[in-house]
């Protein structure tokens, strides 16, 4: 929100206030100014200030008000004019080619002088035949044979606009020899509007919020207006249908006007904040609109009398019609969904409500009768509305914040009062105010006690009332308690009692300072201590998988059907389940809830594998399906792993050696769930549509399944951009793995006697996994044996066909003594026996 100095000063004397200290005091109220742009002022001496600072000044002996007396033709150029200007010291003649002088060539001396923004001589400018602003220092010169060193200058010389096309002229009591920075100087606040202070989205919103910070008289807008028309009951009505979509619709008429420029005070002011001038109309609803935050719609009224068939027209509201289609102010047609709210009559819909209006019914430069219209829409729907339509208006942007109903009247009647002095016209006498849901304004107690409790300072109850009424607060003293009610400009201070006392505490703070909160230390009540296991748990795991090497990642929860189709290979059996619909989507290829999230994974290993040589990533995330016992999906939570390419990267020391494969992630797997202590777990072959067959196993703990594991299946890659190298990857339910793992486990010493270290070569068939025969030498030397760690793999003829040769390193060690050999001997005895009478295995001699 961009406030100029000059118009603020309308509403709150702020001339005696330092620039630096009234930005520095509106930022720590919440707010910030962003940057100050200066039209002309001089900028605050040096960087001590914490804000950005752009903009030209006007230097004072340089640039001053000129008046223009005669404009002559010059003797060798039809495009160029020479101007007879007085400076209030002496006489000059000013070379300039600015077409809007041309009317007065050769007229003699003027009856009217023209007033103009005059440059001398060494005066710095803005280039206003560059693009941008480039800045250039006036030079003596000859142009066309006549000397020149000075100029009268455009609003793009001065920094004003873009305008360039002609010389800036000034009103007739501008004074002749007055510095130009004197007399129209100026300096603009960009200002951060967060969403809670929405109401200041206007420039007499930061002029209430400057009055209550320095104890300043606020000056109201001038809302009277002289209405000498005929009633305006009778020439238009309004029906709102749905009063939850439109809580409020009010309507003025004027006739007669005259569509024009506006004043050029208006058009620098709409200038400085951004807006481009239009007409005098138009202009009336962007400058209130900026002024006291309440949108505007002009209306050419015989438009709506000629749509109803020359009787008097009926406006609707309503949501539209399935498969209906507006074209806006922009010359966009937009196809509408059914929730989106619509101004319209019997001939059809003609505006966006709380968004844009209709081409038919603008007004034209052919207007004479206006309607205008303020009205205020349900701020949620006219979100969801902007977010399918993709559009952006300055009336949205204060639609969407939910603004309070009472400023529409407020608004039209400042906007019939400005059109009218700026358009001329007849007022018809009162207004259309349909208003079916009247908003309660909430009601906050406060007490001195309170205020200590929540802010850490002492306040009395009038005090208290003080500050709150300096923000327009009503409030009420009782015995031990202040009652605000909460002004009706505003929305942010909510109903429930608790929450409302929040807001009206910010506000206190506020106003009272940040600044003046002393530091003291917490004298209350500590709040109960709740725990969160679920985010605990999280936090284990992420710390885990981070400290073997793997980056996590954050993926959008919204996808489309065709993105997840491509983790399944072509053929495979369609995952049926339903996607759950986003009504409002932030794109049109994310417009589902997502399934699953290794397909998300993916998508960000597709974009990382092109760029890089090794890629490890996981992520920790929910994926949502459709619930049979409540209208909300089910959020279920889920840790998938991926990693690609060079099992480890490349450095000067050693090349990078082999890919990661399916031991690698087995890896990843063991050590997390080793650091989570999760006990019984077991490895099975299995079958999954998006992995390798053979190539893909499961985690079993007990008969549940916590995880699905294995190498991405060649189709899937194929529908990928993931390069050569095969990419595995890991899918955990983590809601079951949460649930298995225990809270807490057993740590044991550290042993004070050396082990005992042995190898154990054994034969056994193809089809017996490593894991079964670990299990039976772990669990016969249970309390003897503390490692057994599986080194070598062999198969060859001299162990015979479907055979294969394990070759584990067993460590022994006792608690309380060393081991001896014969012990050792005893317990090896029992191993190889129990693994001959159970799997068959044989020493390997």
């Not at 009103?171 to 202070?197: K, R, S």
């Not at 006219?382 to 407020?410: I, Q």
């Not at 794109?587 to 699953?596: F, G, I, L, N, V």
């Not at 154990?760 to 299990?775: D, F, R, S, T």
């Amino acid at each position: 929100m961009k406030a100029p100095i000059s118009w603020l000063k309308d509403f709150v004397d702020i001339d005696d206030i330092p620039l630096e200290e009234l930005v520095y005091t509106i930022t720590m109220a919440g707010l910030e100014v962003e940057e100050i742009h200066f039209v002309g002022l001089e900028p605050p001496p040096g960087d001590k200030h914490d804000f950005k600072v752009t903009g030209i000044a006007w230097d004072k002996e340089l640039i001053v008000v000129g008046e223009i007396l005669e404009v002559m033709a010059h003797p060798d150029a039809d495009r160029l004019v020479l101007c007879k200007l007085n400076d209030s010291k002496e006489e000059h003649t000013v070379l300039t080619g600015a077409p809007n002088l041309f009317e007065f060539k050769g007229k003699g001396p003027l009856e009217t002088s023209l007033k103009v923004a005059y440059a001398k001589e060494g005066a710095q400018l803005y280039d206003g035949h560059k693009e941008g602003l480039q800045l250039m220092t006036l030079k003596r010169t000859k142009i066309r044979g006549v000397e020149s060193y000075s100029m009268v200058c455009s609003e793009k010389e001065l920094g004003l606009s873009e305008e360039h096309e002609g010389i800036m002229l000034l009103p007739e009591d501008a004074p002749v020899g007055t510095p130009l920075a004197d007399y129209m100087g100026d300096a603009v606040l960009d200002i951060a509007i967060t969403p809670n202070i929405a109401r200041n989205a206007n420039i007499y919103g930061i002029a209430r919020e400057i009055s209550a910070l320095f104890k300043r008289e606020l000056k109201q807008p001038d809302y009277d207006f002289v209405a000498k028309g005929d009633a305006i009951e009778g020439q238009i009505s309004i029906e709102i249908r749905e009063p939850e979509l439109n809580q409020r619709f009010v309507l003025a008429l004027i006739k007669d006007i005259e569509i024009k420029p506006s004043p050029d005070w208006v058009q620098r002011r709409l200038n400085l904040i951004g807006q481009r001038p239009i007409n005098n109309v138009v202009d009336v609803t962007n400058y209130v609109m900026f002024e006291v935050g309440q949108p505007l719609h002009a209306f050419d009224y015989d438009v709506l009398v000629k749509r109803a068939g020359g009787k008097t027209p009926v406006l609707h509201t309503r949501t539209a019609e399935p498969g209906e289609k507006l074209t806006t102010l922009d010359g966009e047609e937009h196809e509408l969904k059914d929730f989106t709210v619509l101004i319209g009559d019997a001939a059809g819909s003609h505006s966006l409500a709380g968004i844009m209006g209709g081409a038919e019914t603008e007004v034209s430069d052919s207007t004479t009768n206006v309607l205008l219209e303020g009205a205020h829409w349900n701020y949620i729907n006219v979100r969801k509305s902007l977010g399918y339509l993709h559009m952006h208006s300055e009336a949205s942007y204060r639609f969407a914040r939910n603004m309070h109903p009472e400023m529409a009247p407020r608004g039209v009647k400042r906007g019939i009062k400005l059109m009218h002095a700026w358009a001329g016209g007849t007022i018809a006498k009162g207004l259309i105010d349909n208003y079916p849901l009247p908003v309660e304004d909430p009601v906050v107690e406060v007490t001195p006690a309170d205020v200590t409790r929540w802010l850490g300072i002492e306040l009395s109850l009038e005090k208290i009332a003080e500050i709150l009424g300096r923000l327009e607060f009503e409030t009420t003293l009782e015995s031990d308690k202040v009652l605000a009610k909460m002004p009706d400009h505003r929305r942010d201070i909510d109903q429930d009692p608790i929450i409302g006392k929040a807001d009206v505490m910010e506000e206190i703070a506020r106003i009272y300072g940040y600044d003046n909160i002393p530091e003291t230390r917490m004298s209350d009540v500590l709040p109960p201590q709740r725990g969160n296991p679920e985010l605990f748990f999280e936090e284990r795991l992420r710390d885990i998988l981070s400290n073997v090497g793997l980056q996590e990642i954050m993926t959008y929860h919204m996808t489309s059907p065709e993105r997840e189709a491509r983790r399944l290979p072509p053929g495979a059996e369609a995952d049926d389940k339903p996607y759950i619909e986003i009504v409002n989507p932030i794109a049109a290829d994310r417009y589902m809830m997502r399934k699953s999230l290794l397909s998300s994974v993916l998508e960000i290993l597709e974009r990382n594998s092109r760029i890089r040589e090794r890629v490890a990533v996981f992520e920790i995330g929910h994926i949502y399906m459709g619930s049979e016992d409540s209208p909300l999906p089910d959020e279920l939570s889920r840790l998938v792993i991926a990693m690609t390419g060079q099992r480890e990267a490349a450095d000067w020391l050693d090349a990078a050696e082999g890919q990661f494969d399916f031991y690698d992630l087995k890896g990843v797997t063991d050590e997390l769930i080793a650091g989570i202590h999760l006990e019984g777990i077991k490895y099975e072959p299995y079958q999954h549509p998006s992995f390798h067959p053979g190539k893909c196993a499961r985690i079993m703990v007990g008969e549940r399944q916590v995880a699905v594991l294995g190498e991405l299946h060649p189709a899937v890659h194929a529908q990928h951009d993931l390069g050569e190298a095969p990419v595995v990857a890991a899918e955990f339910d983590l809601e079951a793995l949460e649930e298995l793992a225990p809270m807490r486990h057993d740590t044991e010493a550290v042993p004070n006697y050396p082990p005992v270290l042995e190898d154990l070569a054994i034969v056994v068939g193809e089809a017996i996994p490593a894991a079964q025969i670990e299990a039976l030498i772990t669990q016969t030397g249970k309390g003897s044996i503390s490692a057994v760690q599986l080194f070598d793999v062999y198969r060859g003829e001299q162990i015979g066909a479907g055979n294969k040769s394990l070759a584990y390193n067993l460590t022994y060690q006792a608690p309380d003594r060393t081991m001896t050999d014969k012990e050792v001997a005893k317990i090896r005895k029992k191993i190889v026996a129990r693994l001959d009478r159970e799997l068959q295995a044989k020493l390997r001699e």
